[in-house]
């Protein structure tokens, strides 16, 4: 398939462990240890961190079981306020056990979970995935909790507060405990462009291939979602439509419409599209354009219906704002702004070219809010891959908001080390 997704990862921990595990001893074990390192400068301030990770992995069969956690640490100074601080936090990032079987996928425990389609869910959560084919059609139902502990933008992995330079930020709503914000699910996909070939070698089920049209609709779905909580006032409900289509010669696009049906009405359409470009040389270029809006149907009573907002001490928003729609979307556009569902509409442009020779590559990413004073930013990134081990991006950004006083610049520097 064509789909890619070159726009940046932010500050909430992404690891590398999963593809660069180590087999213990020609055992079912296998093992792996990331190391990262940054150093960066935003505003008068210096921002250095680190993390080490450790992943373990047993796979015997259709039984997965995987655990990744460390530590991390971080230090700011601010010169302008003359404030120095520094912190080291352990934690979790995953633990869970996974079964693969002619019953589908089922995984459980804390994991990564993202949803299918474009907007609803790309979170770290602790509770169960299930997938399953059926022919043409595919159906995943999720669950879970989600705690401050381990979420993407919990107190573990993430390093975004570090750069928090508008004084208004929309902070996410994440349970202290256990059960306080929890997210529940399903899609259900039609992929007309399968094609079925009757029972597959190990007669367990259908040998489903891909159309080798140049134009295909790969995916047309339905979701259903929710969040839910003692601390979501208003549980949410959202409902809708989304498709995965490519048009041949590397162009693709994803289109998505939903339905907030609680709390306060609103239409959500998002979609992301994007080229890509291979030369005789082997390089790689590739761009990739989204957009995500709203338009409200009816104002609610106020209260979290599945909303970010400010947070105060019960986990209700201090301003009252209902606009945005769900907690656990985390788009997070933009490398400082991390712009989310509270910011909508806003769009992003972002283009990457790759030389696979040298194992290097350079991405250009423009983020903006779509209204009269909107904020934005710009970001450049260079990255090159040294002994297959050692990742070294180097990163610049722009930023230009109504908020704030100066258009501050970012300047950072990170290493990323598997054995």
Not at 14 to 42: I, M
Not at 282 to 293: L, N, P, Q, V
């Amino acid at each position: 398939m064509g789909i890619s997704n070159i726009l940046f990862a932010q500050w909430e921990c992404p690891s590398q462990l999963g593809g660069n595990l180590n087999q213990f001893n020609h055992s079912n074990f296998s093992w792996g240890v990331e190391l990262t390192g940054g150093a960066g400068y935003l505003t008068n301030s210096t921002i250095f961190n680190g993390m080490g990770l450790v992943g373990l992995n047993y796979t015997s069969k259709q039984h997965t079981f995987y655990f990744e956690g460390g530590v991390k640490t971080w230090y700011q100074g601010d010169y302008d306020l003359n404030i120095k601080s520094s912190n080291s936090v352990w934690g979790l990032r995953e633990a869970f056990y996974k079964n693969q079987s002619s019953l589908g996928s089922l995984t459980v425990g804390l994991q990564s979970m993202r949803s299918e389609d474009v907007y609803l869910l790309n979170e770290r959560v602790l509770g169960i995935d299930y997938k399953k084919d059926f022919n043409r059609f595919g159906l995943n139902v999720f669950g879970g909790t989600v705690s401050k502990s381990f979420a993407r933008n919990g107190t573990f992995c993430n390093m975004a507060y570090l750069y928090d330079i508008l004084p208004y930020i929309n902070q996410p709503l994440l349970g202290e405990s256990l059960g306080q914000t929890n997210l529940a699910g399903l899609t259900l996909g039609f992929h007309p462009s399968r094609e079925v070939n009757g029972m597959s070698e190990d007669g367990l089920g259908s040998d489903i291939k891909e159309s080798s049209s140049s134009f295909n609709v790969e995916t047309i779905g339905f979701t259903l979602y929710s969040e839910f909580g003692s601390w979501i006032k208003t549980p949410s409900l959202i409902t809708g439509f989304y498709s995965n289509i490519e048009f041949g010669n590397d162009y693709w696009l994803k289109p998505e419409v939903l339905l907030s049906t609680t709390g306060n009405r609103a239409i959500i359409y998002c979609a992301k599209a994007g080229k890509g470009f291979t030369w005789t040389n082997s390089h790689r270029t590739t761009f990739e354009a989204a957009y995500y809006g709203l338009t409200s149907i009816s104002s609610g009573n106020g209260g979290h219906s599945g909303v970010k907002g400010v947070e105060s001490d019960k986990g209700e928003e201090a301003n009252g704002d209902t606009k945005a729609i769900s907690l656990f979307s985390n788009i997070l556009a933009g490398t400082v702004l991390r712009l989310d569902s509270p910011d909508m509409p806003f769009c992003q442009f972002a283009a990457k070219h790759t030389i696979p020779s040298i194992k290097t590559h350079l991405k250009v990413q423009y983020t903006s809010q779509v209204q009269a004073s909107p904020s934005h930013e710009l970001d450049i990134e260079l990255g090159k891959k040294f002994f297959d081990k050692l990742l070294v991006n180097a990163t610049y950004g722009y930023i230009k908001s109504p908020m704030l006083v100066t258009n501050p610049n970012l300047f950072r520097v990170e290493m990323r080390f598997n054995f």
